[in-house]
Nanobody, 122 residues
Framework: QVQLVESGGGLVQAGGSLRLSCAAS????????MAWFRHAPGKEREFAAA????????FYADSVKGRFTISRDNAKNTAYLQMNSLKPEDTAIYYC???????????????WGQGTQVTVSS
């Protein structure tokens, strides 16, 4: 069982940056792949980024590639999403998720945080 808590969301102007954190509790964080998804009003929840349990492999949606960076610190049981060059269309609730196998599909993830709001003003 893994419990996830996101933090770091907020209001930022277009072109700005934010870093989201996902703190995990429970056993064996280092054996779980982590991912970030986002859910904008009127849209489906969509994949943003994922990282393997070791951190050796990372995956990004085309919409965030080159602007967002996913990372993790297994010693701190925490995953991060550094978001740069933010755009108004990045506005969404951002969720972190965990599962044994890294994937870009939300139905592959069993554990989810409660989400953190990111709002990008133009």
């Amino acid at each position: 069982q893994v419990q996830l808590v996101e933090s770091g969301g907020g209001l930022v102007q277009a072109g700005g940056s934010l870093r989201l954190s996902c703190a995990a509790s429970g056993r064996s964080f280092g054996s779980y792949a982590m991912a970030w998804f986002r859910h904008a009003p009127g849209k489906e929840r969509e994949f943003a980024a994922a990282i393997s349990w070791s951190g050796g492999r990372t995956f990004y949606a085309d919409s965030v590639k080159g602007r967002f960076t996913i990372s993790r610190d297994n010693a701190k049981n925490t995953a991060y999403l550094q978001m740069n060059s933010l755009k108004p269309e990045d506005t969404a609730i951002y969720y972190c998720a965990a599962d044994r196998i890294v994937s870009s599909k939300r139905y592959d993830y069993d554990y989810w945080g409660q989400g953190t709001q990111v709002t990008v003003s133009s």
